[in-house]
């Protein structure tokens, strides 16, 4: 219930966090939501010792202020990096991967020499240390920023161009029409859903595994959990340099990218993990190595389905990417209750068989979809110029939809 209580509230600011980041730029969305998630984190001790459902409240309030994260992120994206640099910088999304692996390790160690409240207490300090980074390093466009070199700034307005509209400009209407009959953003959309529902199942659910399965102490589960993530982020930087060459000396169009990166972040962990699967719980090791080739290859999603939502639209990635991540409520509140399910069913050990035939198979039919729909053009329905118009009362001329 605690595990899951995050994702109950995390849906809701993401279409939110992606719209007014949209209009007013993803500098102080997102630097707020990451600061209230850290002033919680120093708070959540004192929540678990009142009752479980005050923690689980408390990680609600996070899931709310950490919804807004990747959609102003994608706004301040679409400002900042061109389209033959994507790939590479979309590989800073998997800093939660990083995270992730220096968490788990320093968790144990934490946990094994002084208590385990002071895991919030670390997580909490280090983000206001960041905060303090973000105010002083940040800011939405390259024309507003102080610091930035003449060269540099006419460089990325150059090599943007004229795909995405300056937050000085009039809003845009959102173009709600032509977004949900897009057959390139469903594909994005469920190539987006597979891989969350392979990164949450996994990422929360590792330890446990670790534990139920191998009977790893906590401060060598720590440890060894970690590693998968490690390799996820080692993996994505190496990969996404590679397909940014091949973009920016057109040896491949940006769909090919874009579909040879969804193959591997998907198609690959799903042949692992049924692997897995059927091996049983022999040997740690062998569990280790395929959990890090598995998260490893889906650190092509950093070339694949993240920038695929800023090819699509430039000036409404924010927006996008929350309708995208709103949708995180299906295999962010699914996931840990089904394993839940087959646990209580299968047992602690042989319920992981179901739980990594289960990932395999969403993986698969997910990124089936994007193989046949998906695109890395630009959409029309990017442009500021198409306004949502009613039907023109001479339907012998032609007119513009939203």
């Known amino acids: 219930m605690v595990l899951s209580a995050f994702y109950w509230s995390y849906w809701i600011t993401e279409l939110p966090g992606g719209l007014v980041a949209q209009r007013f730029g993803g500098c102080r969305v997102l630097g707020f939501g990451v600061l209230l998630a850290g002033l919680l984190n120093l708070a959540f001790p004192l929540a678990c010792r009142a009752h479980y459902g ?68 670390m997580t909490g300090c280090l983000t206001l240390i960041w905060y303090a980074f973000w105010l002083y390093l940040i800011y939405d466009s390259p024309a507003q920023h102080p610091r930035i070199s003449n060269a540099e700034r006419k460089y990325l307005e150059r090599a943007i161009g004229e795909t995405v509209t300056s937050h000085k400009s009039p809003p845009l209407r959102t173009p709600w029409t032509s977004i949900l009959l897009s057959g390139p953003f469903w594909a994005v959309l469920f190539a987006s859903q597979g891989l969350m529902w392979g990164t949450i199942t996994l990422s929360m659910q590792l330890p446990t595994y670790f534990k139920n399965v191998y009977m790893l102490d906590i401060k060598t589960n720590g440890f060894v959990s970690g590693i998968p993530e490690l390799s996820k982020f080692a993996f994505g930087l190496a990969f996404s340099t590679t397909m940014d060459f091949m973009l920016r000396n057109e040896y491949l169009s940006i769909t ?85 399910l087959l646990n209580s069913s299968f047992g602690s050990v042989d319920c992981w068989f179901y739980v990594f035939i289960t990932t395999a198979v969403i993986y698969m039919l997910c990124g089936t979809l994007f193989m046949f729909l998906g695109s890395g053009n630009v959409q029309p329905w990017n442009q500021p110029q198409f306004k949502e118009l009613p039907v023109a009362k001479d339907s012998s001329q032609p007119h513009k939809e939203s």
């Open 54 to 121: 005050t923690a689980a409240m408390l990680r609600a309030i996070q899931g709310l202020a950490l919804g807004v994260t990747w959609p102003a992120t994608h706004a301040l994206s679409a400002h900042w990096i061109p389209s033959t640099e994507r790939s590479k910088f979309m590989t800073t999304y998997h800093g939660s991967a990083v995270g992730t692996a220096l968490t788990y390790p320093l968790s144990g160690i934490l946990m094994a020499t002084l208590d385990w409240q002071y895991v919030f207490y």
């Open 256 to 340: 090919a990218v874009r579909k040879i990166s969804v193959a591997t972040s998907e198609f690959i962990p799903a042949v692992l993990l049924v692997v897995l699967g059927f091996l049983g719980s022999g040997s740690s090791t062998v569990a280790v190595v395929f959990l890090a080739l598995s998260y490893a290859v889906g650190g092509a999603s950093s070339s694949g389905s993240l920038p695929n939502i800023v090819d699509l639209s430039p000036n409404f990635a924010g927006t996008l990417l929350g309708i995208i991540k709103t949708l995180t409520l299906i295999p962010g509140v699914l996931s840990p209750n089904a394993v839940s």
